[in-house]
């Protein structure tokens, strides 16, 4: 009984220390083409969207309760809304007042003009209503992120197309029940480098309002991504961009859809 009592509490022991070993994982924790992601935490479970480009249904749904494992539980949309041409991108989410938003972009049928759409559910695996465009500015509106500040909503997104301008990160009020724009948008910062600068998200820190944003080029074997920041005491700005800009890069070890694809 003693012998068998202690194989017992040996195995117990090493499962222990092997589990507690064993707090690593491998990336990506996603496998697949799944750009521009979105996550979000509802109680204890965390979902996440992202691109889906021309595949249909659009904009995966999965769930994880540690962030590591995922399992894949549906669809945004599983057919495309009538007035939706193409690109299903940079998929958003927001939850406000017990429902689910998603604000995305896609392409119109009627002038073929990417703007920023919204849709609505009671839950990330429920059945999605969608509410069309939200945000249509220039030639080109992409990459929504919503901010809640002291009640009001507001919403950013990248601008470009504007003729000769360089790309712009816009933003402005949002209805209480964040389907429409309330207010003329205004500007938070301007790419006057000229770099590329897309996948913002905006936050309130200490005192300061922060915008966190990429550059430089995406995809490609030449690509060069990184991650740069930004900060104002108002949430209007002026912004200061940080001056050791980028505090993310990939060491040129960075991998888009077209190097995988050679």
């Known amino acids: 009984m003693k012998k068998l009592l202690t194989v017992l509490l040996c195995s117990a022991s090493a499962a222990m220390g092997l589990a507690q070993q ?7 924790v996603i496998r697949g083409d799944v750009a521009d992601p979105s996550i979000m935490r509802i109680g204890e479970t965390y979902y996440a969207t992202g691109t889906s480009s021309e595949w249909a249904p659009y904009y995966p749904v999965f769930s994880s309760v540690d962030l590591v494992n995922w399992k894949q539980t549906g669809h945004v949309f599983d057919e495309k809304p009538d007035w939706i041409k193409s690109s299903f ?8 007042k017990g429902k689910v938003y998603v604000y995305y972009m896609a392409r119109k049928k009627s002038d073929n003009i990417s703007c920023i759409d919204v849709a609505v559910a009671d839950s990330p695996t429920g059945k999605f209503k969608d509410y069309g465009p939200v945000v249509e500015f220039g030639k080109e509106a992409i990459d929504a992120f ?3 500040d002291n009640g009001q909503l507001y919403i ?9 301008r360089p790309i712009e990160l816009l933003a ?3 209805s209480s029940d964040g389907l429409h ?19 913002q998200q905006w936050f309130k820190m200490n005192g300061y309002y922060y915008i966190i944003y990429a550059i430089n080029g995406c995809c490609g074997p030449g690509s060069d991504y990184a991650v740069a920041v930004a900060r104002s005491k108002k949430l209007a700005g002026p912004y200061e961009k940080y001056e050791g800009n980028p505090i993310l890069h990939g060491g040129g070890k960075i991998s888009c859809r077209s190097d995988m694809e050679q």
Request: proline share 6%.
């Open 156 to 164: 950013i997104w990248k601008a470009y197309g504007l003729d000769d």
């Open 89 to 96: 991108w940079a998929p958003e989410w927001f939850y406000h």
């Open 22 to 28: 064993q707090t690593y994982f491998t990336n990506p």
């Open 146 to 148: 919503v901010l809640e």
């Open 172 to 174: 402005s009020k949002l």
């Open 181 to 199: 724009l309330e207010g003329e948008p205004f500007s938070l910062l301007r790419d006057d480098e000229r770099r590329g600068m897309e996948g």
